[in-house]
C-alpha cells in the first residue's frame, strides 16, 4: 500500500490551496482516508476523515466550514480543499489510511495503518 500526498505550498491569509492524496494497493472498499496535521512543536491532529464506500465524511472542530474532503474513488484519490487559511493552519499535512474502518474519524494517528510521506502548508503574509 502506498499514499502519495502533494499540493502544499506557501498562501497567504484567506487563500486556498487544495491537497491530493493518491492511493495505491488495496482492494477493500470499507477503507477511509483521513488528513492528519503537524506543527513545529505540536502533536499531530487529525483534520478530516472520508469513507470511501460511501463519501461519509469528519472534521475536526478547527476545520469545520473551511476545509472540504472529498474522493475520485476511480482515480483512488482524496482531495482537501482548504480555504480561508489562517496562519494557524501551518505544518505539514499527512494522509492516512484506515484499513478497518467503520464510521468516523478514529482521532489516534496509531490507529492508521499506511501514511504518506507529508507535505508542507505554509500560511503566511
Known amino acids: 500500500v502506498q499514499l502519495q500526498a502533494s499540493g502544499g505550498g506557501l498562501v497567504q491569509p484567506g487563500g486556498s490551496l487544495r491537497l491530493s492524496c493518491a492511493v495505491s494497493g488495496f482492494t477493500s472498499d470499507y477503507v477511509a482516508v483521513a488528513w492528519f496535521r503537524q506543527a513545529p512543536g505540536k502533536e499531530r491532529e487529525g483534520v478530516s476523515c472520508?469513507?470511501?464506500?460511501?463519501?461519509?465524511?469528519a472534521y475536526a472542530d478547527s476545520v469545520k466550514g473551511r476545509f472540504t474532503t472529498s474522493r475520485d474513488n476511480a482515480k483512488n484519490t482524496v482531495y482537501l480543499q482548504m480555504n480561508s487559511l489562517k496562519p494557524e493552519d501551518t505544518a505539514v499535512y499527512y494522509c492516512?489510511?484506515?484499513?478497518?474502518?467503520?464510521?468516523?474519524?478514529?482521532?489516534?494517528?496509531?490507529?492508521?495503518?499506511?501514511w504518506g510521506q507529508g507535505t508542507l502548508v505554509t500560511v503566511s503574509s
Open positions: 472520508i469513507g470511501r464506500i460511501d463519501g461519509n465524511t
Open positions: 492516512a489510511l484506515d484499513l478497518n474502518w467503520s464510521e468516523g474519524m478514529k482521532s489516534d494517528y496509531l490507529e492508521y495503518d499506511y
